[in-house]
Structure formats: C-alpha cells, structure tokens
C-alpha cells in the first residue's frame, strides 16, 4: 500500500486523559471492569453478499470470519447510503431517525441531523460517558463536509480524532477533514489512494493513541462503490470474472412493483458487457480492502491487544448487477439490495461459527455499546445487541423473528430528455432508458426469518398499494411474487407486523409483535403510509 503518512502530534497527547474521570461519569451506564475491550468497525460501501462480494476478500474472511462468527441473515434497514449508515449510527430505523436519501433535503447529514442525532450515536455515548478514544477514518454520510450544513469544518460529537471524507466516495481528488482542517489529495497512488491513506492513518492511530483508555476506531472504506478505481498493482486482477449468472440474472420481473417490469429484458450486449466490467473493477478495489484488514489485524497483534478487540466487518448495503434486468445500483427491496456480509471476533466468539439468527444494522450500535458495558435500555436505539448470540447465550426461541426494511424512492420533477417517455418522476436512469429509482419507489418491508417461516412482505407507496410477498425458503432468488395466492391469515399476520414496526420506536422495535389469529385483522395495506408526516416531498429539481 501506499506510503502516505503523518504524525497525531497534539491528538496522541490529549488522549491522556486521567481514567478517573471516565470512570466517574460511566457510574450507572457502563459496567465497571478492569480492562474494557477495544471495538473496531470496519464498514465498507456496496460491498454484496449475494453475488460473491466477499471471494476477492480472503484475508478478511480467514482474520475475522474464520477466528470468530459469520451471521448469514445480516440486513440494512434500508438499502440506500446515507439511510442505513445513519441507522448504524444512531441503532434506529429510518422514520426514527428522518434520513431518507443521499441529499441535503432528504437529512443527510444536515443541520437537523446534527441537532437531534449526533449527540446521541453510540460513538457519542462511547466517548461521553465511556471513556473511550474514538477514531474515524473514511466516508461518513453523503452530503458531510456540504456548504450549507458546516463545511468540512464540522467535527460530529463523539470523535477524539476525525479523518472524514467530503461527500461521497473517490479513490483520488478528494478532500478530507483532519480534525475540521480541509485537507486536498491529488491522484499519486502513493499518497492518495484513500484506502491505503485509510489504513496508514488508521494503523498511527494504533501507534500513537492512549494506552491507558479503551478505543473504538470506525474505518469507513470507499470500496467498492464507484467509481471502482482500483490501485495500480491489483488492475489487471480478475480478467476473465464475470457477474454471476443467477437464477434473476437478465429475467423479467413481470409481476414485480411497475419500476422493475419496466426494465428491458433481455439486456443489450452494451449493458451486459458494461456491468460485467464494473463487477471486475469492483472485486478489484476489494483487494486493497483486504491489505487494510489484515494490516490493522497484524498491528493489533503486534500490539498485544488482538486478543482484546472486537473486530466487525460488514457494509451500507448489498448491490445488483444484472438481475431482474436492471444494469447496476442497489434501493430495491430484494435480497441481493439488503442483505450485507457481517463477520465478527473478539473476546469469548468461538472461531468457525456461524449464526442464522436475522440481524440488523440497526443491531451494531446496541452491540457495541453492550460490549463496552453501556446499558442499552438507557438508550432511544431500536436494535437490540447480539453479544449475546456471538458468545452463544442465546438461541432462536429468546431472539426476534422480523426486521423493517425502509426505502423513499426518489425522482425527478422533470422528463429526461433522452428518455421522454418515461415521463417525470424517475431518477438514476440508464443510456437504454431503464430506470433504478422512481418517487413512488417508496416501500417498507418486514423480513421474517423464524424456523417456521422464512418470508419477505412488502407494500409499496403508490397508487396501486402493490404489494409483495416471498417464501424465501422455496423461492431464494424472488421469482415469483406469491401476494396474490399466499393464505389471507398470512398476509393480515404480515400486513399487521408491519404496522407495527413501522410505527415502533426503541423497546417497542426489539420485542416480537403479537399476532391473535382470532383476532381478524383488515389487510389494508393504504393504513400503513398515510400517517408518516415526516416524509419529505420526493419529486427533486433536475
């Protein structure tokens, strides 16, 4: 990797805090212990699980996966950027805590946000009241460093050291915040490529910090989002890889919600030979992904402090190529979109587990502060912490069976000019006229994952109040849209569910809903949307 470094100067000095002051002010909220356990987050941007993303990734699987616990149903609460890693922030669901898109208007990383959500995300609460030296490096929400909400001189609450990356994702001619100092990069790999400067400055980090408190340290990749440039030595890498050819690989989702029947099926040998080649320069990036893990894993060793750190691996959302027809993106409800890789070790994980109990990213905040040894219930969060499940405290009957999946379809209050007849209201389209976003894009789902039922209910919020069901156990790739044959006891018990969740808040999020079958329940899917005045206006200016 690159050689881009520097020194923490001041900030390795003001790590030495005197302990006694943590301490006292963690008195009722965290556990007392002698030696806390250090956290690392590493969270990557796109990466599926679906479509192999974690091959390129070896290292990473063997250093984390193989020495501690892989979870097979880990999902996003919505599978968008700026949505779900606000849910990671803050462990709550998006219309808990208002992000809705990537943009300014839609709360990303806005004054509002700033206000009523920074102050109380489990970095806020590890430093507060905890103790911990908190570490950041990489991309934090999409419109961070934004003009109009504090610039890049805006230092969320709850860092001791702050490497924060203006806007969205780049691999070179980026700008980073040190601290709320603007920093420019160029384009020489060897001091520019954001994912090794992220490594480098992560493994000072390790150097220089305190050895005498705990350290949470987050590092936020920009791979393999676009635009997928990998460094020099790995471009030649997987030249004959290919996007899977799943099941839904180039197949018409002709009784799918209207914006994936209108994609073209099949695809044009352009659109198939362009998603191929994103899909290699995606595992491309990834392999510099697995350079910074097995550095930070080799530095901690080094140290003597792997033993006592937890290491999480996981990402923002999934990512399609190809299937259902739609060329590349994520935003759809379907498996490939919201189910993310998610590997831990640490202190009491048993190595070469695996768990099929459903998680959350909403779940990780809640996780992290139960390590640290904060009460959780203290917290507004709606996840709940899987300690206990890594350390095999818990089993299938004592955890929940559902997660709510949440996404604001967006688009633009103006026809495309190569595409007018799709009319307004579309948004990330495609040369050929095929279209990943729309404004009535907008759904909630409630995914079940229980030994008696394995399903996937959604309702969409549109004129058609479409809805869509899966029996994922004999249907894993969603072929076949089961709304309209599936048992009316079902779809009330789902429709009911889902109500629920979309209007819990914090403990009411983390217990199962209880369903009375001799109750009947009305299946109205219109009750579900009308009441959610938070929602922005989703047709956006060109």
Not at 167 to 186: I, M, P
Not at 435 to 452: F, G, I, K, L, Q
């Amino acid at each position: 990797m690159g050689s881009n470094s520097f020194s923490l100067g001041s900030f390795s000095s003001c790590l030495l805090i005197c302990v006694t002051l943590w301490s006292e002010q963690s008195c009722g909220l965290f556990g007392q212990s002698n030696r806390r356990p250090n956290i690392v987050l590493i969270l990557t941007d796109d990466l599926d699980i679906m479509m192999g993303g974690l091959n390129p990734l070896s290292k990473t699987k063997k250093l984390i996966g193989d020495a501690g616990i892989s979870f097979t149903n880990a999902f996003v609460a919505s599978p968008l950027c700026c949505p779900s890693r606000a849910s990671i922030l803050t462990g709550k669901y998006p219309h808990n805590h208002h992000v809705i898109n990537n943009t300014l208007e839609g709360n990303c990383s806005s004054t509002a946000w700033q206000k009523s959500e920074e102050p109380q995300t489990f970095p806020a609460l590890l430093k507060t009241y905890g103790g911990y030296q908190t570490f950041f490096a990489g991309k934090y929400l999409n419109q961070y460093g934004h003009p109009g909400a504090g610039g890049v001189e805006h230092v969320p609450l709850g860092w001791s050291y702050w490497l924060g990356l203006e806007k969205n994702s780049k691999y070179y001619n980026y700008t980073l915040s040190v601290n709320g100092k603007a920093q420019k990069h160029g384009a020489d790999y060897s001091k520019d490529y954001l994912t090794d400067v992220l490594a480098n400055r992560s493994l000072e980090f390790l150097q220089y910090k305190s050895s005498y408190q705990p350290f949470f340290m987050m590092v936020s990749t920009p791979a393999p989002h676009s635009p997928w440039t990998a460094a020099p030595q790995y471009q030649g890498s997987f030249n004959n890889t290919k996007a899977p050819r799943d099941p839904n690989f180039d197949v018409h989702g002709k009784d799918k919600h209207w914006l994936i029947r209108q994609a073209k099926t099949p695809m044009t040998n352009s659109s198939v030979q362009f998603l191929d080649d994103a899909f290699r320069k995606r595992w491309r990036t990834l392999l510099s992904v697995d350079d910074l893990v097995e550095s930070i894993v080799k530095k901690l060793e080094a140290r003597g402090e792997l033993e006592n750190t937890y290491i999480f691996f996981t990402s923002d959302n999934g990512y399609h190529t190809g299937q259902f027809s739609l060329p590349l993106d994520k935003r759809q409800l379907y498996e490939f979109d919201i189910r993310v890789p998610l590997m831990v070790r640490g202190p009491n994980i048993k190595p070469n587990q695996t768990s099929q109990l459903p998680v959350a990213n909403v779940d990780l905040g809640p996780t992290i502060l139960d390590i640290a040894g904060y009460n959780v219930n203290k917290t507004q969060m709606d996840g709940m912490s899987f300690l206990p499940i890594m350390q095999g405290k818990i089993n299938s009957s004592s955890w929940r069976t559902d997660i709510l999946v949440e996404y604001e379809g967006e688009g633009r209050n103006v026809s495309d000019p190569a595409c007018p007849l799709l009319g307004p209201g579309v948004s990330e389209c495609f040369p050929d006229c095929v279209c990943e976003d729309s404004y009535n894009n907008t759904y909630a789902c409630v995914r079940t994952v229980a030994p008696s039922a394995n399903l996937q209910y959604c309702e969409f919020d549109d004129n058609e109040v479409f809805v869509e069901v899966y029996n994922m156990t004999a249907d894993p790739y969603q072929l076949s849209n089961i709304a309209k044959t599936i048992e009316q006891e079902v779809l009330e018990r789902m429709n009911h569910r889902l109500m629920m969740l979309q209007s819990c808040s914090g403990q009411t999020c983390r217990t199962p809903g209880v369903y009375d079958p001799s109750v009947r329940f009305e299946f109205n899917p219109r009750q579900m949307f009308s009441s959610h005045s938070w929602r922005l206006g989703r047709l956006r200016p060109k």
